[in-house]
């Protein structure tokens, strides 16, 4: 149990592949130590093992808990904050230490897997931000309806499936970067059928991919910040061969909204009809496809962030 609420509690999720993770955490315990933090921490299992760790903590009365991972096990985190009471969640603040492979929220707020001793400086700093979180209410395949909540983006279609080639081709291929995932599935052509209904416009038609993005989307809502009340969403239609090395381009130099196959919207609210065979990748990790009609929100200033 926390002995005082200056007292971090730490969850270590050594990244996926990794030959030898103590190595790691011997490098952050000793900056942990060389800072004087006070802190316990538990190593999880596997990243769906984090939210039983966080409530874990909650429920021992730690206020500050750190999170030493990628986005996957930011948003275990985070949905075990939001199915805590709100005066619980409150008294509690979420800080990152990056460790996954993309780490997509904490390079939001440039923290870097690079620069260890950096990152805990800012967090012993405690400076605390409320962030939005997205969030998806859907039914799922009993029935029962359900929400799951997301930091940095929900993606339906192509970017959902490079998401789940990567992680299926891990063990093989080693860390296969998002850009040659990418040309394997982009040359597929792959395009979906899909019905969305965005403020008052209307989207019906094959579509490539859809990123609704709290946070910059891998690349794909690159002017998305988790403090405005909105979510930012491209609708990427099916670019031609000739256009695809150009669009490679845009989205790693953070001009993808500059493409033509490219839609921007910013909206609190997006209602999916129909997706049709499209996977759905939340946080980096896919979920399991609803059933119908679900609808993507934004919830404003509801989760205590170290920034």
Known sequence: ???????????????????????????????????????????????????????????????????????????????????????VREQITLGVIPNGTMNDFARFWDFRDTELEDNIERLVRHRVRKVDIGCIRYTNQQGERCRRYFLNCICIGLVASVMNLRRRAHGLLGALSFIPSSLLMIFQRLEYKMRLRIESDVIDRKVMTVCIGNARGYGFT?????????????????????????????LYSGKILNHGSVHPYRTKEVTVEKAERALIGIDGRLMNAPVGTFKVQVEQEVVNFLI
Request: glycine fraction near 6%; proline fraction near 4%; charged fraction near 25%.
């Open 1 to 87: 149990m926390a002995e005082d609420n200056k007292r971090w509690g730490i969850v270590y999720c050594p990244k996926t592949g990794v030959v030898n993770p103590k190595k790691k955490w011997a490098r952050i315990e000793k900056c942990l130590k060389e800072k004087g933090v006070s802190y316990d921490h538990v190593q999880s299992e596997s990243a769906k093992s984090v939210e039983r760790l966080v409530k874990m903590m909650i429920n021992n009365g730690y206020t500050t808990i750190i999170i030493v991972g990628g986005d996957s096990a930011l948003n275990e985190a985070v949905n075990c904050l939001m199915h805590t009471d709100r005066e």
């Open 222 to 250: 690159p002017n998305a910040v988790p403090y405005n009340g909105l979510l930012d969403v491209s609708v990427v239609y099916h670019p031609q061969v000739t256009q695809l090395m150009e669009g490679f381009y845009l």
